[in-house]
T-cell receptor
Framework: GESVGLHLPTLSVQEGDNSIINCAYS??????FIWYKQESGKGPQFIID?????DKRQGQRVTVLLNKTVKHLSLQIAATQPGDSAVYFC???????????FGQGTILTVHP | DADVTQTPRNRITKTGKRIMLECSQT?????MYWYRQDPGLGLRLIYY???????NKGEISDGYSVSRQAQAKFSLSLESAIPNQTALYFC?????????????FGPGTRLTVL
């Protein structure tokens, strides 16, 4: 039978606010994590990554936090802009798999 | 990103037809991947290739086949298309030595099977 599409989590913020997008990952053996941004009609684009031996990494306006104890990853976007509106995916790399596993995604909408 | 290109960008086909989606990359990467994306779902891996002679099934390979014609080219075929293969298809690449590391995606192919 047909599968039913899931509703993605959504986050709506005002321009200038800080945004926090969360992701729970599945495998405690995962050693590398990536956040991707996907704008409408485009392929996913790399934003920032973090290795499992770190708990925080900062980029330009973005910060990724990793909590291995509870297998949680978050992406913080400072001073969110309308151009940040997109779907955001986390991905985990598990060495034994040799490939990435992607999360479901979160829709971020930024209102001017 | 022009480094990874996909053709066609949009395709409408009928049930039972054979269709090929093509991916080319100029990044010089050894590893290439095919994913499908359905509304409300994440990316699911169909096939991946670590080099020209190495092809591996992903989590949803049934109904699909691939060909790695060269380092830069990786094509995905639907042998006999069915409506539940209607989806957005993405090709991605990664440099060798970075197992499952940062992947660079093409713009996607939107496939509709009637």
């Amino acid at each position: 039978g047909e599968s039913v599409g899931l509703h993605l989590p959504t986050l709506s913020v005002q321009e200038g606010d800080n945004s926090i997008i969360n992701c729970a990952y599945s495998n405690s053996a995962s050693d590398y994590f990536i956040w991707y941004k996907q704008e409408s009609g485009k392929g996913p684009q790399f934003i920032i990554d973090i290795r499992s031996n770190m708990d925080k990494r900062q980029g330009q306006r973005v910060t990724v936090l990793l909590n291995k104890t509870v297998k949680h990853l978050s992406l913080q976007i400072a001073a969110t802009q309308p151009g940040d509106s997109a779907v955001y995916f986390c991905a985990e790399n598990t060495p034994s798999y040799g490939k990435l596993t992607f999360g479901q995604g979160t829709i971020l909408t930024v209102h001017p | 990103d022009a480094d990874v290109t996909q053709t066609p960008r949009n395709r409408i086909t009928k049930t039972g037809k054979r269709i090929m989606l093509e991916c080319s990359q100029t990044k010089g990467h050894d590893r290439m991947y095919w994913y499908r994306q359905d509304p409300g779902l994440g990316l699911r891996l169909i096939y991946y290739s670590f080099d020209v002679k190495d092809i591996n099934k992903g989590e949803i390979s049934d109904g699909y086949s691939v060909s790695r014609q060269a380092q830069a080219k990786f094509s995905l075929s639907l042998e006999s298309a069915i409506p539940n293969q209607t989806a957005l298809y993405f090709c991605a690449t990664t440099p060798a030595g970075r197992t499952g590391g940062t992947q660079y995606f093409g713009p996607g192919t939107r496939l509709t099977v009637l």
